[in-house]
């Protein structure tokens, strides 16, 4: 199968990287109209002069411009009938959003977005563990980065976060209510299921980066970390007491045994074998604008 990436920037080199190492793949084409990124790539696949001429040459495609131009580029695919991975967030505006799956109607393409944390083994593990869990608090932050520059923290980053919620461990629910408070750089939001409580925080202005999730249940507490993919449980104390006028509790400790993997990597390959089968790919354009929407409705508490 013979593979493209448009837009060789920080995302789209990794792509190039990936798809030349999987097993299945022929050639890998490329375009950039930024000649400089377009060369990082030239050890590893074959730069094309335009989209329409590498669009000539594939199979299956990587969408991985910026975001304002996700529609029009992936429309070029549509129209060329080439199947598609486009980077999260799937379009820059839910009205565009909304015109792509109207697009999409009738047609035997396979489209596919690229919410990579979907697949970090982690979060199938926070779905085992965490059925239908009390209190739930992700926290996404990052330095400041001069990579985006057409999104704010929330469909930047928080979206990462609001596809696990509310398509992975709420899929499903529709009552529920959000709350949200920050600015364009940091943001808070606060998620209320019937019987549910979720935090999400997002920011840019971050002197540590990091990516961990916490979790509250009847019975026991889970947290780990997105990037070293390590998954604690803490059971109920079987023990509780004083000692020395202070307060004591034993609690059963777990690591859960995570097969570490580059979720880039997984998420290539499943868009190639979704490609193959003709099946749906895990993140379909649906949950994609789903996630769309619900960024809309977290960015209003922006100032």
């Given at each position: 199968?013979?593979?493209?990436?448009?837009?060789?920037?920080?995302?789209?080199?990794?792509?190039?990287?990936?798809?030349?190492?999987?097993?299945?793949?022929?050639?890998?084409?490329?375009?950039?109209?930024?000649?400089?990124?377009?060369?990082?790539?030239?050890?590893?696949?074959?730069?094309?002069?335009?989209?329409?001429?590498?669009?000539?040459?594939?199979?299956?495609?990587?969408?991985?411009?910026?975001?304002?131009?996700?529609?029009?580029?992936?429309?070029?695919?549509?129209d060329a009938g080439v199947n598609c991975l486009i980077?999260?967030?799937?379009?820059l505006t839910v009205k565009e959003g909304e015109e792509?799956?109207?697009?999409?109607?009738?047609?035997?393409?396979?489209?596919?977005?690229?919410?990579?944390?979907?697949?970090?083994?982690?979060?199938?593990?926070?779905?085992?563990?965490?059925?239908?869990?009390?209190?739930?608090?992700?926290?996404?932050?990052?330095?400041?980065?001069?990579?985006?520059?057409?999104?704010?923290?929330?469909?930047?980053?928080?979206?990462?976060?609001?596809?696990?919620?509310?398509?992975?461990?709420?899929?499903?629910?529709?009552?529920?209510?959000?709350?949200?408070?920050?600015?364009?750089?940091?943001?808070?939001?606060?998620?209320?299921?019937?019987?549910?409580?979720?935090?999400?925080?997002?920011?840019?202005?971050?002197?540590?980066?990091?990516?961990?999730?916490?979790?509250?249940?009847?019975d026991f507490t889970t947290e780990g970390d997105f990037?070293?993919?390590?998954?604690?449980?803490?059971?109920?104390?079987?023990?509780?007491?004083?000692?020395?006028?202070?307060?004591?509790?034993?609690?059963?400790?777990?690591?859960?045994?995570?097969?570490?993997?580059?979720?880039?990597?997984?998420?290539?390959?499943?868009?190639?074998?979704?490609?193959?089968?003709?099946?749906?790919?895990?993140?379909?354009?649906?949950?994609?604008?789903?996630?769309?929407?619900?960024?809309?409705?977290?960015?209003?508490?922006?100032?």
């Amino acid at each position: 199968m013979d593979v493209g990436v448009i837009g060789v920037g920080a995302m789209g080199k990794n792509h190039v990287r990936i798809y030349s190492e999987l097993k299945g793949v022929g050639n890998v084409y490329v375009f950039d109209p930024i000649a400089e990124n377009a060369a990082r790539a030239k050890e590893l696949a074959t730069i094309c002069s335009s989209a329409k001429e590498l669009l000539g040459a594939v199979d299956a495609v990587s969408i991985c411009v910026p975001t304002k131009y996700h529609f029009e580029t992936a429309k070029m695919a549509l129209d060329a009938g080439v199947n598609c991975l486009i980077e999260k967030p799937v379009t820059l505006t839910v009205k565009e959003g909304e015109e792509l799956l109207r697009l999409l109607r009738g047609k035997e393409i396979v489209v596919g977005v690229g919410h990579i944390e979907r697949f970090n083994p982690i979060v199938e593990e926070i779905k085992k563990i965490a059925r239908r869990p009390d209190y739930v608090s992700i926290k996404r932050h990052n330095p400041t980065s001069s990579r985006i520059t057409d999104a704010s923290v929330v469909e930047d980053l928080m979206i990462h976060d609001i596809d696990i919620v509310f398509n992975v461990l709420f899929k499903g629910e529709e009552d529920f209510k959000i709350y949200s408070a920050g600015t364009r750089n940091v943001c808070e939001a606060m998620v209320v299921f019937c019987d549910s409580l979720v935090s999400i925080s997002a920011s840019r202005l971050s002197s540590k980066k990091f990516r961990t999730f916490y979790v509250e249940a009847k019975d026991f507490t889970t947290e780990g970390d997105f990037m070293t993919q390590e998954v604690y449980v803490y059971r109920k104390p079987g023990k509780y007491g004083l000692e020395n006028e202070r307060y004591m509790q034993e609690n059963i400790i777990d690591k859960v045994l995570v097969n570490k993997l580059e979720p880039l990597k997984v998420e290539l390959k499943a868009f190639l074998d979704s490609v193959r089968s003709g099946k749906n790919f895990p993140v379909t354009p649906e949950e994609a604008l789903k996630n769309l929407v619900i960024c809309d409705e977290i960015r209003r508490g922006l100032r």
